[in-house]
């Protein structure tokens, strides 16, 4: 295999890709991803903002209109290079009438992946991913959990620089989500470039080094979470009494009310004193005044449009209903 696969700096490195589907919906106007070698990147964003497109022209499974730029230093598509990817597709259907051990083998026979090390690494990768006493199991028996362990394992068997997981814990329960973001962090520990997709939001994409969030085909915010998530400090007052009195002076203020909470969108402390003396004025008591971080779902719903969901049983509310999700 050629040197410059270990060290080309960027894993991906993708310019203005563009994608019009043959029934005209545009899934793609021009995004970028950069994806440093040995890091856990997060493509984000709601269901059909354009993820998968986006890995599918990666992996050549569908022709992009544009696109530039190398995936682990080569052209897209070049065959060298997609040797040392791993794939996970998104709702992928294996063949149910084999067992998960026969799945690994013949998937990575496929992938031209020699007979010893398919040998060597089935075992290894079904303990890896909590599956080993479901080895010898029809897969058409599996959860939708076990299938989704099983793909993360088929697409560990060509032991891959690159790692692609296209909606990872779709169908992974809270336990199972946490399972795959200790075994992302081992797979960035061991060297490999992470690259997944995902509309949820919780404890997996906090695990990611760096995100873009898309929507709608654009690229919508991009950098750390952590940095995203500081990017945009608030107060919020928690007040006892009817705010509906109220809503009027405190949206002219950019207060916004959920519940007995007020959030002001600055740290103006002028302001957050306005809002303070139109809820006194109306009689309403206040219980506390705090700053607060932004969390992972506000950046979202700022950066989308509150287009989002939450896995299922995650800590927070779901913010659109979500057939399947996380179940
Ligand atoms: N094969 C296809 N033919 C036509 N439209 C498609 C096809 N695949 C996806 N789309 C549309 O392209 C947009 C982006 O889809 P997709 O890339 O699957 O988004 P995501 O993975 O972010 O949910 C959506 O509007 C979707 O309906
Ligand atoms: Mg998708």
Redesign the pocket.
């Known amino acids: 295999m050629a040197e410059d696969i270990h060290q080309s700096e960027f894993a991906v490195d993708l310019h203005d890709v563009a994608k019009t ?3 005209g ?1 545009r ?1 793609l106007d021009g995004v970028s991803v950069r994806v440093g070698a040995g890091e856990i990147f997060g493509l984000l ?1 709601p ?7 986006l890995v599918k022209i990666m992996m050549t499974v569908i022709r992009a209109d544009r696109a530039d730029g190398t995936v682990l230093g080569r052209c897209i598509g070049d065959r060298e290079a997609k040797r040392r990817i791993g794939y996970l597709p ?1 709702a992928h259907r294996f063949p149910g009438y084999l067992k998960g051990a026969q799945l690994l083998d013949y998937y990575a026979a496929l992938a031209g992946v020699p007979r010893a090390e398919r040998r060597r690494r089935a075992p290894v990768l079904l303990e890896r991913v909590g599956m080993a006493k479901w080895a010898g199991t029809r897969i058409d028996k599996y959860s939708k959990g076990m299938l989704q362990r099983l793909g993360i394992a088929q697409a560990l068997m060509n032991d891959p620089r690159l790692v692609v997981l296209d909606e990872p814990t779709d169908g992974l329960d809270p336990m199972g989500r946490r399972d795959v973001r200790v075994l992302l962090q081992e797979l960035r520990d061991e060297g490999r470039s992470v690259f997944i ?1 995902s ?1 949820l939001l919780g404890e997996l994409e906090l695990v990611c080094d760096r995100v873009v969030i898309i929507s709608e085909g654009r690229v919508v915010r991009e950098g750390r979470l952590q940095d995203l998530m500081e990017s945009s400090p608030e107060y919020e007052i928690v007040a006892i009494g009817d705010l509906s009195g109220v809503s009027a002076p405190l949206a002219q203020l950019n207060a916004s009310i959920s519940g007995e909470k007020i959030r002001v969108d600055t740290i103006e402390l002028d302001r957050v004193n306005k809002v303070i003396d139109v809820l006194r004025g109306a009689g309403i008591a206040i219980e506390s005044v705090r700053p607060r971080r932004a969390s992972l779902e506000d950046v979202f719903v700022e950066a989308t449009g509150g287009n989002v969901a939450r896995p299922v049983g995650g800590p927070s509310r779901p913010m659109r209903a979500e057939g399947g999700a996380g179940q």
């Open positions: 589907y043959a029934n919906v899934a964003g269901n059909g903002a354009g993820k998968s497109t998104e997709n509309h």
